[in-house]
C-alpha cells in the first residue's frame, strides 16, 4: 500500500517543486517506488524531471476528468528513477470544468487508488493556491510536507494552511496530517534566518524536520537540464541535503505507519 504526500505551501516560489522532485529521486535511490503527481499547471515538476510538457498527452489533467487512467497518462522519469503524472498548462481549465462536476474533490484520489500497491510512496507537487486542485492533493493525503523559508512571514503565511488542514481534515480526510515542515533555502549566515528557524522548532517541535536544505545553485540549475538536482550534482550540498531528508523522510514514515 502507498503512502500518499503533499508538497504544499499557497505561497509561490518557496521551493515546493524543487523539494518534490529532489524527494522523489532521493526516495527512489533508497529503493522506494516513487510516483510524482505533479499538480500544478506550471509544469514545473514535470520538466523537472525530464519529461517535456509540451507533448505529453494524456496529462494528469485528462485523469482529473476521467477520461483515462493513471497507467495511461504516466511516464518514467528518465533522469529521476521514479514515475511522473505530469501536468501542462491545460491543467488551469481543470479547476474551472471540474466545479460543476460531481466528487470534485476527490477525481484524484479515486484515479491514484488503482495504482495504490504499485508505489511505496505517491508525492504531489501542489500549486500555490489552496484552489480545488489542492484539495485533491490533500483529499487523498496521508501528510502534508511544508516547505518553508526562514523569513519574517513564514509564520503568518502557515496559519493558512494549517487552517486549510484542519478543515480537510474535519470534512473529507480524517486521516490528513502535516508530517513535517521543511527548513530550505537556508542560509546560517544570515541571523534572522537563524532566529526564525529556532521560533519554528520552539513552536512545532519535532515537526520540524532536522535536516535542513541550504541554499545551494546546483539546485537551482538543474531543472534546466531536465534533472532532479540530487542527479544533476550528486555531491553538491544541496543534493546531499536532499538524500539525507530522503533517509530522514523514509524513516518517519516508516515510524508512523509501520503497523498499519
Ligand atoms: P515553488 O514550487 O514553491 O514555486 P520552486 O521549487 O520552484 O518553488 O523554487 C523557486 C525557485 O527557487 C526556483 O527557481 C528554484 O530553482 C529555486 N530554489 C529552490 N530551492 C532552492 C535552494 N535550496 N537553493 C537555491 N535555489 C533554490
Ligand atoms: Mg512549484
Do not use: W
Amino acid at each position: 500500500m502507498s503512502r500518499v504526500f503533499c508538497v504544499a505551501n499557497q505561497k509561490g516560489g518557496v521551493g515546493k517543486t524543487t523539494t518534490t522532485v529532489n524527494l522523489a529521486a532521493g526516495l527512489a535511490r533508497l529503493g522506494r517506488r516513487v510516483l510524482l503527481v505533479d499538480l500544478d499547471p506550471q509544469g514545473n515538476a514535470t520538466m523537472g524531471s525530464g519529461v517535456d510538457k509540451r507533448s505529453l498527452d494524456p496529462s494528469v489533467y485528462d485523469v482529473l476528468l476521467e477520461s483515462v487512467s493513471v497507467a495511461e497518462a504516466r511516464r518514467p522519469s528518465p533522469t529521476g528513477g521514479y514515475d511522473v503524472l505530469g501536468a501542462n498548462r491545460e491543467l488551469a481549465g481543470a479547476e474551472i470544468e471540474l466545479v460543476g462536476l460531481e466528487r470534485r474533490n476527490m477525481r484524484l484520489q479515486g484515479a491514484l487508488a488503482a495504482v495504490d500497491s504499485q508505489y511505496d510512496m505517491i508525492l504531489i507537487d501542489c500549486p500555490p493556491s489552496l484552489s480545488l486542485l489542492t484539495l485533491n492533493g490533500l483529499a487523498c493525503a496521508h501528510g502534508v510536507v511544508v516547505p518553508m523559508q526562514c523569513e519574517y512571514f513564514a509564520l503568518e503565511g502557515l496559519s493558512d494552511l494549517v487552517n486549510t488542514i484542519k478543515q480537510v481534515h474535519a470534512n473529507i480526510n480524517p486521516a490528513l496530517e502535516v508530517i513535517g515542515i521543511l527548513r530550505v533555502m537556508f542560509d546560517a549566515r544570515i541571523t534572522l534566518q537563524a532566529q526564525v528557524s529556532e521560533q519554528l522548532k520552539a513552536h512545532f517541535g519535532d515537526r520540524v524536520f532536522d535536516t535542513v536544505i541550504p541554499r545551494n545553485v546546483r539546485l537551482a540549475e538543474a531543472p534546466s537540464y531536465g534533472m532532479p538536482g540530487v542527479v544533476f550534482d550528486a555531491s553538491s550540498k544541496g543534493a546531499l541535503a536532499f538524500l539525507e531528508f530522503a533517509r530522514e523522510m523514509a524513516a518517519r514514515v516508516d515510524g508512523r505507519y509501520a503497523a498499519a
